[in-house]
């Protein structure tokens, strides 16, 4: 049976964000986790240090989401939902993740890394949808996915 692709995508959001946060983790992680619900809300973290997480749940209109970490094995993932969301992650050293996962229309997702061995995985449903990254460094893997 074909799925059409808006649940294709749906699929591979969940499943992006599933394997990206049940990685374990060291004792000494920080943890960051914001659920947002409503309208105009913004979020932003800075991190530094190694197995940090930041995972940031958006629902509503105009949303904002701004993330920063430094150090290795670093984790950031965000979920939104609506429109005008915008979600801007930084990370520097090897080995981090980013997961970002928009569904709604005028979504902007920037990822900027530096390091090796970072990756990027980005989905985005409906209208007018962009996606920026940036890597330096070697064997880093960006993916984008938009509907």
Request: charge should be positive; hydrophobic fraction near 35%.
């Amino acid at each position: 049976m074909r799925f059409p692709l808006s649940s294709r995508l749906a699929t591979a959001a969940m499943a992006l964000a599933i394997a990206m946060t049940s990685l374990p983790a060291d004792a000494g992680t920080n943890r960051v986790s914001v659920d947002q619900w409503g309208r105009d809300n913004g979020v932003a973290a800075a991190q530094t240090g190694s197995r940090q997480r930041v995972t940031l749940t958006q629902r509503g209109r105009g949303n904002l989401s701004l993330s920063t970490q430094d150090g290795s094995r670093n984790r950031i993932t965000v979920g939104q939902t609506g429109c005008n969301n915008v979600a801007d992650t930084a990370q520097s050293g090897r080995r981090n993740i980013v997961g970002v996962a928009q569904m709604g229309c005028r979504n902007d997702a920037t990822v900027t890394q530096s390091g090796h061995r970072n990756a990027v995985g980005v989905i985005q449903t409906g209208r007018g949808n962009t996606a920026s990254t940036t890597q330096t460094g070697t064997g880093n893997i960006i993916l984008i996915i938009q509907d």
